[in-house]
């Protein structure tokens, strides 16, 4: 069956280390999206890519970078980690079908992602 | 500027009973999509119900009904017979601009059933 991994499930990491969360799909999807999840505020886009080496930014993306090298991939790096960024962060990806009205998001697992 | 409001942080409600989750939205686009998700507390994220701006009718999935008033701007969540595995965080989400697949959430409610 088709999936969206995440790993590390869980990361425990310094302020100011660079931090890599990785994402995979098996969906063969062309939209890949990640999100931060934190109490107050929902889930936040934090960057999102519509194809292999297509990325763009979202809501709230600084201190944050993505590449999109193949389709099944989109890894989220965190260029030095910060406290702030202490969250849990989910991957998702998505797809137009034909004939579809709508585009599901697949949600990974999530990465819960401490910064001490 | 295009928001999505929750403004029940938590909800409880009987099992077998229904229950309304409240859900409005603002934005100038006259095209976008509406959803609803549950997160367990498991963690994960489970697509519940779509509806698009220019749908007719409510949405329906089985015993979830979303009770669409574009007036209103709300999207509001319809759980029938509440059962105890229905205790979860609830989020409402919408699509724009129409054409992709961004979306922005609520904050969410957090629905607890009980016996």
């Known amino acids: 069956d088709a999936e969206i991994t995440q790993s590390p499930r869980h990361k425990i990491t310094e302020t100011g280390r660079q931090v890599t969360l990785a994402c995979h799909q098996t969906w063969n999807h062309n939209n890949m999206f990640w999100y931060r999840q934190d109490l107050g505020h929902g889930l936040r886009l934090i960057h999102y890519?519509?194809?292999?080496?297509?990325?763009n930014k979202g809501e709230v993306s600084d201190g944050y970078s993505v590449s999109r090298s193949n389709t099944e991939d989109l890894p989220l790096t965190l260029e030095s980690a910060a406290s702030s960024q202490t969250s849990v962060y989910f991957c998702?990806?998505?797809?137009?079908?034909?004939?579809?009205?709508?585009?599901?998001?697949?949600f990974g697992p999530g990465t819960r992602l401490t910064v001490l | 500027a295009q928001k999505i409001t929750q403004t029940q942080p938590g909800m409880f409600v009987q099992e077998k009973e229904a229950v309304t989750l409240d859900c409005t939205y603002d934005t100038s686009d006259p095209s976008y999509g509406l959803f609803w998700y549950k997160q367990p507390s498991s963690g994960e994220m489970i697509f519940l119900i779509y509806q698009g701006s220019y749908d007719q009718q409510n949405a329906t999935e089985g015993r979830y009904s979303l009770n669409f008033q574009k007036a209103r701007k709300s999207a509001n969540l319809v759980i029938s017979a509440s059962q105890l595995g229905d205790s979860a965080m609830y989020f409402c989400?919408?699509?724009?601009?129409?054409?992709?697949?961004?979306?922005?959430f609520g904050t969410g409610t957090r629905l607890q059933v009980f016996p």
């Open positions: 998702a990806s998505s797809e137009k079908l034909a004939g579809s009205a709508y585009n599901e998001q697949f």
């Open positions: 989400a919408m699509r724009l601009p129409y054409n992709t697949d961004k979306l922005i």
């Open positions: 890519s519509y194809g292999v080496h297509d990325t």
